[in-house]
């Protein structure tokens, strides 16, 4: 391990490995297939980024996001390290160079989006790549009983036999038991491999709170606590309107949503990590990737889908392991909204294929064309084109992705682009013969290294001031010598986008299964159950019922909840009641008792399990019949 801790020491400046993280290490340096499951902000990219230093060799990394895939990225190469990201937002060209570098260039780290994996071009040149291990995160997106499924991530099974015998890590933040089964089935895993820590947060208080004026309730949380937080909402109008309510209530409060221009958001996001604001409000889109410590609450106006999102949301507080605060408001109306969601999101079969239809002539792909093409798209365009409904077109191209027929991208920042494509010797000839561009081409030599050998973001807005010129002149400047074949020239652009993995179908040949379709809503209804309950149940230890989620059985009650919180009110230590709760239990286990004899057969003082078997019967886990008879509810 020394080599491991010295690497660390060297390239990320940490004395220490956090726990897991060494074991993760041991596991995959011994050449094993691993399953890691680490909460966010938990140090992933660490565990598989300091063995791979410490070996010849390149890392593929799969990962959906093509913002983070940046971000970590740009990471590296910061630290001195060369990596590489290839996603569909690249032209072709671009990927090929990318690609070649890292055949010939000794490249240690290829990120690479699912969508690429099962391209031609992809596997020709991985085959020849030296790669040492493959990493797979958000590997949950494998499981198709997973709340997040791509059907892309299977192909990861085809990069493993065009790879024989290189070892997986597979990494997650969220997987119930069955998930992390299906995981290692899907990934081929030689041998059962899974490393886990607790999911247990102490320093995390769960509270719900059946409410009926939720917004007020909010408030109360966040002037209660303090510091800062997040406030999670469904809808993006509702950001806004519940910032604006905070304002006006003198809380510094911004709303964030997806529709956002992402320099707004970059900077709102800024702004809050900075402490400059307190509480930003959002919808789901927010959060990825932030790596926030002090945290202090995050307060759910309306429920998550799933336990999952709930559990991952929540989870950005109290990273810094001080006391925080996760707050879930809930009232009967939420309910009715859960059904509703199954509706938007379960169109029907004959709506979906109508979408998809729609789509192909939209982008105008040509029947049986179009295969692994990348096209711009503006979903809300779209939708009013053929006068579908945002959310259900939405959840139509979801189940399209499901189905294996196209990929949807999150947005694509990317920055201008250029690459010299002639020598030196014909530059240095051009450079004479053009007198006019001599000095630009001198500025961007100067101005950035490397664009001999590949592809270099550009910022036209710096080479301008630079060159006391206009932004427009730089463009004409850049078009030129594009035109003239001295560079490739890739302006920026910022869109969502869609790759059709197959071919365009026509009428006929396009196939929803019908039993998947109904599989699939079962467990999206299955879900929301257990999310509806979780909010409802004014009994269970709420980390306990989250932890019993994720297949931890026989953890304690955490007796900070509010479920906790309200049985304190019986003036029993946590101990008490749950060695009487489960004397109770074990007594009760095997049939009906008589009240009365329940006491008795507990052998405890019998002042302190009455009050337990009162509690009990209140929140009913213990039913009577016919006026003394007892049974045990389980839950
Ligand atoms: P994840 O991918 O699990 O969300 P990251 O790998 O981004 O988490 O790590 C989260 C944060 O923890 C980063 O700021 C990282 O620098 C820090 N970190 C990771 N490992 C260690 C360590 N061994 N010692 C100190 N800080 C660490």
Redo the contacts with the bound molecule.
């Keep these: 391990m020394e080599v491991y801790r010295k690497i660390?020491q060297r390239y990320?400046g940490?004395d220490?490995?956090?726990p897991l993280?060494e074991e993760i290490i041991q596991s995959v340096a011994e050449g094993k297939d691993t399953l890691a499951l680490?909460p966010?902000?938990?140090?992933?990219?660490?565990t598989f980024q300091v063995p791979v230093m410490a070996h010849e060799g390149i890392c593929i990394v799969v990962t959906p996001l093509i913002a983070l895939m940046k971000d970590q990225v740009a990471n590296l190469v910061k630290r001195g390290i060369k990596a590489m990201a290839v996603y569909s937002g690249l032209t072709v060209r671009e990927i090929d160079v990318a690609l070649d570098n890292c055949i010939y260039g000794d490249y240690k780290f290829l990120y690479v989006s699912p969508e690429r994996l099962g391209t031609e071009l992809f596997r020709a040149r991985v085959a020849k790549m030296p790669v040492n291990l493959i990493v797979v995160d958000e590997a949950h997106c494998i499981s198709q009983w997973g709340y997040d499924f791509r059907p892309s991530y299977l192909q990861i099974s085809r990069l493993r036999e065009l790879l024989p015998g290189i070892p997986v890590l597979a990494l997650t933040a969220t997987a119930t038991p069955d998930v992390v089964d299906d995981i290692q089935e899907k990934l081929h895993f030689g041998e059962k491999n899974v490393l886990k820590k607790s999911f247990e947060r102490e320093n995390l208080r769960y509270i719900v709170k059946n409410t009926e004026d939720k917004t007020k309730q909010m408030l109360k949380v966040i002037r209660g606590v303090g510091g800062q937080g997040i406030v999670y909402v469904r809808n993006r109008k509702k950001t806004v309107e519940i910032a604006d309510f905070l304002a006006k209530n003198n809380v510094a409060a911004e709303a964030y949503h997806a529709g956002m221009k992402m320099e707004l958001r970059n900077e709102k996001q800024k702004d809050w990590s900075k402490s400059k604001t307190d509480v930003i409000v959002a919808t789901n889109a927010f959060g990825m990737g932030i790596?926030k410590p002090d945290v202090r609450f995050v307060i759910h106006m309306d429920l998550p889908d799933s336990i999952e999102s709930y559990f991952q949301e929540a989870g950005r507080a109290g990273r810094d392991g001080k006391v925080a605060f996760a707050v879930l408001l809930y009232n009967d109306s939420d309910k009715i909204s859960m059904d509703r969601r199954i509706q938007v999101n379960f169109p029907s079969i004959e709506y979906v294929k109508r979408v998809y239809h729609a789509l192909g002539s939209y982008l105008r792909v040509p029947y049986g064309g179009g295969k692994e093409n990348v096209y711009d798209f503006n979903l809300l365009d779209f939708a009013s084109t053929y006068k579908f409904h945002p959310l259900t077109t939405y959840s139509s191209l979801k189940i399209l992705q499901r189905a294996g027929y196209i990929e949807l991208t999150d947005e694509v920042n990317n920055p201008s682009r250029i690459f010299f494509i002639t020598g030196r010797d014909e530059l240095y000839r051009f450079q004479v013969e053009n007198a006019s561009f001599d000095s630009f081409i001198k500025l961007l030599l100067r101005s950035y290294s490397g664009v001999f050998s590949g592809f270099v973001p550009i910022d036209e807005e710096f080479l301008a001031r630079k060159a006391s010129v206009s932004r427009d002149v730089v463009y004409q400047y850049l078009k030129t010598l594009s035109r003239q074949k001295i560079i490739q020239y890739i302006p920026a652009k910022k869109t969502p986008l869609i790759v059709f993995t197959t071919e365009r179908m026509d009428e006929g040949s396009l196939f929803i299964s019908t039993s998947d379709y109904t599989e699939r809503k079962k467990r999206f209804e299955k879900r929301a159950y257990y999310m509806l309950q979780y909010a409802k149940d004014s009994y269970r230890c709420r980390s306990r019922t989250l932890l019993a989620y994720f297949g931890e059985t026989g953890a304690k009650a955490c007796g900070t909840c509010d479920v906790c919180n309200n049985r304190n009110d019986l003036n029993l230590s946590k101990y008490e009641v749950d060695v009487i709760e489960e004397k109770i239990r074990e007594t009760v286990k095997h049939g009906k008792v008589l009240l009365d004899e329940l006491v008795d057969l507990l052998d405890y003082p019998p002042e302190k399990s009455l009050k337990v078997i009162r509690w009990l019967i209140d929140h009913e886990r213990l039913v009577c019949e016919n006026g003394n008879i007892v049974k045990y509810v389980e839950r």
Aim: proline share 0%.
């Design positions: 660390l990320w940490h220490t490995f956090r993280q680490m966010t902000g938990g140090g992933k990219s660490i790596d």
